[in-house]
């Protein structure tokens, strides 16, 4: 880790005038326990041994500088721990662990928030910070980490970052996990939405992903959650990449449609036919491969909508600027707060469920009740809600294009509502047949069977009964705020 390695570096450099000054002086005829005495008195410059060989010499002035080095040192030590323990008493207070390197960049965003954590305990009295934040380049680092200090994890909030383990796998309610790759493909069709192409009723497109790593796949799951814009609608998902083991994991791809996913086994290179015809091409690989694959592709193809994953700043835009170029993933776009923390998202979702809980389950009408069932669902069901609340932008980017002149947004939600339940219904499909589910009836009787993956509302919409269709319309009317008592 960075920082451990900068501190046994510090040791060292701290020493080196000491075994200097040592062997300076025993090498100068000077008995050994004089010797050691001499090398350690040096550090509050007393000479007991007057220099007599290059060794002792340059002992003797670097010994003072490593003296008031460590001076300042503990100085911004007792300094850090004094903040520290202010920070911590504010309830709004993060405190941040791991070795991450965007670890900086997110201190700096939370402002007299953010508290740095020690790397290998609950340090300098941040044991009780309203948030936690575990960071690290591994995940069984940062898993290990929690695991470690659960129990005085218990009083607040912990987000834990992973990016190979899925957090429907997961069912600690005191978990939030995020992931920045997951959060780079959310903001990027936030920012590079297909509302424009809604709008122009044009939504028979082909889209390209190259580099089908974590960051690819993330690309495409989240295209498939959120690019749904009308049941009509006809897109094609090209990939080039290493795609074996998603294709093998996700059994249920071929229920996506009318959108449609094509693999392609070779590299790019071999299909610049295809690559020409597509409506947008995305670069998923790192900044370096995607730097030289962004060249060739101007160099050699007609495709000019290329959207480029740089997150090193490699790609210097001033010499690739034309139109049709965008880059994205930059560090201070993936370090988001409100991404990271979910609370917009998490207030809708919870709002939703505790909807659901009220009408289905006899849920109190109270904020500790809300809390207290959405904390009670398996992470599967928590993070299907999220994903609701997730689909929201593209819900209000819809509304605006379809609101008519002087209508407030309440009435076009209201005469869109059939269109907007429909397509509520169709991503709740999608996350399910992403996730392995599959139309069935259970043994039990019941709409669902979470073991075997059968659900009985895993149907096309006009085959749902009302009562099944009003749950989709009361996601929208709750996400829009709009009262769901007569639904």
């Known amino acids: ?85 202010i920070k911590g008493n504010n309830p709004n207070s993060v405190a941040l662990y791991g070795d991450s390197r965007y670890i900086d960049t997110l201190i700096d965003k939370l402002g007299k928030l953010g508290i740095q954590g020690g790397l290998d305990d609950l340090s300098d009295g941040i044991d009780k910070a309203g948030r936690y934040v575990i960071l690290f380049r591994k995940d069984q680092d940062g898993l290990a980490f929690y695991e470690k200090y659960k129990e005085e994890f218990q009083q607040g909030q912990v987000y834990l970052h992973l990016e190979t383990v899925t957090p429907q796998s997961l069912q600690d309610p005191n978990l939030t996990i995020f992931n920045l790759k997951e959060n780079t493909a959310r903001m990027y069709w936030d920012h590079f939405s297909l509302a424009e192409d809604f709008a122009k009723g044009n939504l028979n497109l082909k889209i390209g992903i190259i580099g089908f790593d974590t960051l690819g796949q993330n690309i495409l799951t989240y295209g498939l959650l959120n690019n749904i814009y009308s049941p009509e609608q006809h897109i094609e998902y090209h990939i080039w990449g290493n795609s074996s083991d998603y294709e093998n994991i996700h059994t249920e791809l071929h229920q996506l449609s009318p959108d449609q996913i094509i693999f392609h086994s070779g590299s790019w290179s071999s299909d610049i ?49 034309r139109e049709g170029i965008q880059l994205f993933g930059s560090a201070d776009e993936i370090v ?90 169709i991503r709740w499909c999608r996350y399910h047949y992403l996730n392995n589910w599959r139309f069935g009836i259970p043994e039990n009787g019941k709409a669902k069977d979470a073991v075997r993956k059968l659900h009985t509302d895993l149907v096309p919409f006009e085959q749902l009964d009302e009562d099944d269709k009003s749950k989709d319309l009361a996601a929208i009317y709750t996400m829009f705020g709009i009262d769901t008592t007569d639904l």
């Open 1 to 85: 880790m960075r920082m451990k390695r900068t501190k046994i570096l510090y040791i060292i450099l701290f020493c080196l005038p000491f075994i200097l000054g040592f062997i300076g002086n025993y090498k100068s005829g000077n008995a050994l326990l004089d010797s050691l005495y001499g090398a350690l008195c040096i550090y509050v410059m007393e000479l007991q041994i007057q220099p007599e060989n290059v060794l002792s010499e340059l002992a003797r002035w670097t010994a003072p500088l490593m003296t008031a080095s460590g001076v300042f040192m503990a100085f911004q030590q007792i300094r850090r721990v004094l903040s520290n323990r």
């Open 273 to 321: 036919k295809m690559i020409n015809e597509l409506d947008r091409l995305i670069l998923c690989d790192d900044s370096e491969e995607n730097l030289m694959t962004l060249s060739t592709l101007l160099t050699y193809s007609t495709c000019r909508n290329i959207h480029v994953n740089d997150y090193l700043n490699q790609v210097i835009h001033s010499l690739f600027a």
């Open 336 to 425: 988001d707060v409100e991404q990271i923390f979910k609370e917009t998202m998490l207030e809708d979702a919870k709002a939703f469920n505790h909807y659901y809980a009220m009408k289905y389950q006899d849920c109190p009408d109270t904020p500790e009740a809300r809390e207290e069932a959405f904390r009670s669902l398996d992470s599967f069901t928590r993070y299907s809600n999220i994903a609701s609340a997730d689909y929201q932008k593209v819900r209000e980017k819809m509304i605006e294009i379809l609101r008519q002149p002087e209508e407030s947004t309440t009435d076009a939600v209201i005469r869109n509502k059939d269109l907007l339940a429909e397509l509520e219904h």
